[in-house]
């Protein structure tokens, strides 16, 4: 089934209902997008473009960014969402390694291919490629994720699901990039027939999102760890209530407890977690609005420090590297199977068969499941600190930095020591005056064990992030080899 179906459903059902808001006011019905997706599809087809052929988006969020996907997807092709973020030589990378006979880079070359003749919605097979998801590669050369229509409708069902119901006077606000998860969310509101909201900056902006909260109602939100804590700040700074949020999602990233529990003091108790990646997108476990509420519950903090249960699409497994299935408690590696799951890397066997093993897909992901099922990530496989032959997992040390009033952020590498293998290394953002380093340690000193203590402590304005706002620990690690 060609997902936009769901389009061509809407347009036909509630034709004058509002598909896309600009800021504040309507810029598009259903009947209007549905009309532009199909003569996108027909200037596609007139140019000699046929259903598989790869079609490259790389524009800031706009009105424009939706019909070029659903004009994509009515032809029968396949999008390749690039973030408009990335430097010029990233962007030819996805571009060539892609295949894409087209790149979009401007909404005017939008418009200019909806002034074709409408075509007929193209039907394609479940397994039919959709979306080739390009990882946001903070280590490495990029690959793509090969996502097929029945990959995208399974990660759409587990939402209404596991996450939140989108009632059809819903609204999805799109502050981050189209071209990764907020992207992805776009089919829960199409498949309902609920509207999307552009802001009019094409971007993150705290301050207009806080005032679109106050001009819309039922507001769904995809959102990063460092987006939701600005918004958070921003919103303690102004007093502001969010009167129009209904659901804040987030991921794509750790979400501290000092952190979340900042977010839920200035937003209320309206944040959902998920924990997915472009390989299984936007699915592999979530916590609830439910669960984040529930603080009766006599491991509440505990089950706020995870990424919650798996989704109903989806199988977990905690794995030793040898492939065996560890008991509750013991930490190995995240693996998932289920048809949300991808094909394989676009054009990339290596990265394939390193990935999908045995019929799971191998996440990186460090974690532990608890008796109840709910998974606690640790780290990233590569970013493991071993020291005197003990693990160390940085996020542990992180959250017991972030517990600081002074410490806005921290993250922790290890870096080469002759006499215990690696040595713990912080690098500490602070709010306002950098604190003693006395009082850090003392904080470690009664949280966590002794040889976790960072040995080194550095100070920095900020720290290097992707695109997709991710710390590059990889740059950190490099900071500290010159």
């Known amino acids: 089934m060609n997902l936009v179906t769901w389009l061509e459903r809407a347009a036909r059902a509630c034709p004058d209902r509002a598909a896309i808001f600009l800021g504040r006011e309507a810029w598009s019905s259903y009947a209007r997008l549905g009309l532009v997706a199909a003569r996108m599809a027909g200037g596609l087809d007139a140019r000699g473009f046929v259903p598989g052929d790869r079609v490259a988006i790389c524009m800031r969020n706009g009105p424009e960014y939706l019909q070029a996907l659903y004009g994509i997807w009515w032809a029968g092709m396949v999008a390749v969402p690039v973030n408009a973020s990335l430097h010029a030589r990233e962007v030819d990378f996805i571009v060539a390694d892609s ?6 880079d401007s909404p005017g070359q939008v418009a200019g291919l909806a002034g074709g003749a409408p075509l007929g919605l193209v039907t394609r097979a479940p397994g039919d490629l959709a979306w080739l998801f390009y990882t946001s590669g903070t280590t490495g050369t990029p690959k793509g994720a090969m996502l097929s229509h029945r990959n995208l409708a399974q990660m759409t069902c587990s ?17 981050a990039p189209l071209s990764h998860g907020s992207g992805l969310y776009n089919f829960h509101h199409l498949a309902v027939g609920a509207a999307q909201v552009l802001p009019e900056s094409g971007g993150f902006d705290s301050a207009e999102v806080l005032e679109l909260l106050e001009s819309h109602a039922e507001v769904t939100m995809f959102a990063a760890p460092t987006m939701v804590g600005r918004l958070a700040d921003a ?33 209320g108790p309206r944040l959902a977690q998920i924990y997915g990646q472009g390989e299984s997108p936007m699915t592999i476990t ?7 509420a529930d603080t009766d519950h006599p491991r509440h903090a505990e089950r706020l420090a995870s990424v919650g249960l798996a989704h109903s699409v989806v199988e977990i497994s905690i794995r030793d590297p040898g492939g065996r299935d560890l008991p509750a408690g013991e930490i190995g590696e995240v ?21 999908l093993r045995d019929g799971w897909l191998w996440t990186g992901d460090l974690a532990a499941m608890d008796a109840d099922g709910f998974v606690t990530l640790k780290d ?3 970013d493991l600190i071993v020291s005197g032959g003990s693990n160390i997992y940085p996020r542990e040390v992180e959250e017991v930095l972030l517990r600081h009033p002074a410490v806005a952020e921290a993250s922790v590498v290890g870096r080469p020591d002759a006499e215990w293998g690696e040595a713990v290394v912080a690098f500490v953002v602070a709010r306002g005056a950098p604190p003693p380093v006395a009082e850090l340690d003392q904080l470690c000193l009664d949280h966590i064990a002794r040889f976790k203590r960072p040995k080194e402590y550095h100070f920095v304005d900020q720290l290097p992030k992707n695109n997709y706002g991710k710390v590059v620990k990889s740059r950190l690690r490099d900071t500290i080899a010159k």
């Open 159 to 175: 939402y209404f699901l596991d996450v939140d119901a989108v009632p059809a006077s819903g609204r999805l606000l799109h502050a």
């Open 99 to 104: 295949g894409a006979r087209l790149l979009l």
């Open 286 to 292: 979530a916590l609830s609005r439910a669960h984040h």
């Open 380 to 382: 990233r496989s590569k």
């Open 235 to 267: 919103a303690l700074a102004s007093g502001a209530r969010a009167p129009g949020l209904r659901t804040l999602v987030y991921g794509g990233g750790p979400m501290y407890l000092a952190g979340l529990q900042r977010a839920t003091a200035a937003l």
């Open 335 to 355: 693996c998932v199977r289920g048809d949300v799951v991808m094909s394989g890397y676009w054009n990339n066997p290596e990265g394939t068969a390193g990935a």
